[in-house]
């Protein structure tokens, strides 16, 4: 099974619906994002995934409850630590480096996904640890998603056109 992974999305909803279309063409059989939608008209198109998404919240989304609300129908947001478990692999989700550091370090999961610097990082810790970098491209200058092949917990980044 692979996964879609993507963070810092921004209210780039262009971006985001083109994270969409590569998810549905690779036919990801889940979708996580690591917080800062911003507004809830960026999570909308969301809904056209093929598969669940799983989410936190960002430091940057401002309008929570709308937000949350728009995940209805395919997908759940937390507020700090989302967990989960496919093709028998423990995934987390969080925003923050350092929580997702601690989180990997403890050997609990095989993924954690975070993000907040809008920086690519993939590194191994007692799991595969991994920013995929930011959807919306407002500070890098690059748009980028990650897929993951859960058996092999290989790791790919994706830029968008």
Not at 40 to 57: I, N, S, Y
Request: hydrophobic share 40%; glycine share 10%.
């Amino acid at each position: 099974m692979k996964i879609g992974v993507m963070a810092d999305s921004h209210d780039n909803v262009p971006k985001v619906q083109q994270a969409v279309d590569l998810f549905n063409d690779e036919q990801v059989g889940l979708v996580v994002h690591a917080g800062d939608f911003i507004s809830p008209f960026a999570v909308k198109p969301l809904a056209h995934l093929t598969c669940r998404v799983l989410a936190v919240f960002g430091n940057n989304d401002g309008e929570r409850i709308g937000v949350a609300n728009m995940f209805t129908g395919f997908g759940e947001v937390h507020p700090n630590l989302a967990t989960t478990t496919a093709a028998g692999r423990r995934i987390a989700v969080v925003h923050y480096p350092e929580l997702a550091r601690s989180l990997a370090r403890s050997g609990d999961y095989d993924l954690v996904v975070y993000g907040h610097t809008h920086e690519i990082d993939e590194s191994v810790e007692k799991g595969v640890l991994l920013n995929p970098g930011e959807v919306g491209g407002w500070l890098t200058g690059r748009c980028t998603v990650a897929l993951v092949d859960l058996e092999t917990l290989q790791v790919e980044i994706r830029d968008l056109e």
